[in-house]
């Protein structure tokens, strides 16, 4: 019984297709992080050392959270301010959810057809072009 849910999981998993618009795929990996379902959010990180760093630190930052602010976060509605497309292989999205309720960033950046999370034009210092890794965890 177990083993046949297990492959039932993975067909579902299988047939999952990322959004080919920029805030659809945002929007999907904002609330995969939210709801830890990393299966879902892992699709969004380019294979670089760099977005996979920040990417297992914030996943570092999320499991050590108390189980009551994990399930603050999986309950959160997202709501989308604004979409900022300064290219047509780059959108910002401004939002919130509503347990944190504070306005974030996030950068989706298209690349090979699809489009994928860009942490390190989330957290580059424009003056000198380096990432700050102290603010993993504010990406929520």
């Not at 080919?20 to 939210?34: C, H, Q, S, V, Y």
């Not at 950068?107 to 994928?116: I, P």
Request: aromatic residues 14%; neutral net charge.
């Amino acid at each position: 019984m177990i083993f046949l849910l297990a492959v039932l999981l993975a067909a579902c998993n299988s047939n999952y297709q990322k959004p080919t618009d920029p805030t659809e795929a945002g929007r999907d990996f904002i609330n995969a992080t939210l709801k830890a379902d990393y299966s879902v959010a892992d699709k969004y990180i380019p294979s670089d050392t760099l977005n996979e760093h920040f990417f297992k630190r914030y996943k570092e930052w999320y499991g050590n959270l108390p189980d009551s602010q994990k399930e603050g976060y999986s309950q959160a509605s997202l709501t989308i301010y604004s979409v900022n497309k300064p290219t047509d292989s780059t959108a910002i999205i401004n939002f919130s959810n509503t347990y944190r309720n504070r306005h974030d960033n996030i950068a989706m950046v298209k690349k090979g057809g699809e489009w994928w999370v860009d942490f390190g034009y989330m957290f580059r210092d424009t003056s000198s072009n380096a990432a700050d890794t102290s603010k993993i965890g504010t990406v929520k």
